[in-house]
């Protein structure tokens, strides 16, 4: 699958902002989605992830109470709205799929980069203070 992210941008500590991630081929809804998020200078960190029905959804401790991770698969598009930014959220943006109709959450599994097939461009986010 193809991935193309967007809807980065700057904006100030505590405000929102909502990612996108757009699919083209045919397996997004088969596929278990995630965002990662690469600082400068920094390795490529888990943020959250979702199955592929949206059952069951999990998130990176920094993430948990202020980012939400969606997905509509008849639009093969996949969300995450960010609330309450913080200057340790920035960082570019990454969504990636593995085909795979597995739960999230339930221990470490799809947490790593390397389980994970397809990668987007990235997205710049920036967070001011």
């Known amino acids: 699958v193809q991935l193309q992210a967007s809807g980065g941008g700057s904006v100030q500590a505590g405000d929102s902002l909502r990612l996108s991630c757009v699919a083209s081929g045919d397996t997004f809804s088969r596929s278990l989605m995630a965002w990662f998020r690469q600082a400068p200078g920094k390795e490529r960190d888990y943020v959250a992830a979702?199955?592929?029905?949206?059952?069951?959804?999990d998130y990176s401790d920094s993430a948990k109470g202020r980012f939400t991770i969606f997905r509509d698969n008849a639009k093969s598009t996949l969300y995450l709205q960010m609330n309450s930014l913080i200057p340790e959220d920035t960082a570019v943006y990454y969504c990636a799929a593995v085909e795979t109709r597995a739960p999230v959450g339930r221990g470490p599994r799809y947490k790593a980069a390397t389980d994970y097939d397809d990668w987007g461009q990235g997205t710049l986010v920036t967070v001011s203070s």
């Open positions: 979702i199955q592929w029905s949206g059952v069951t959804t």
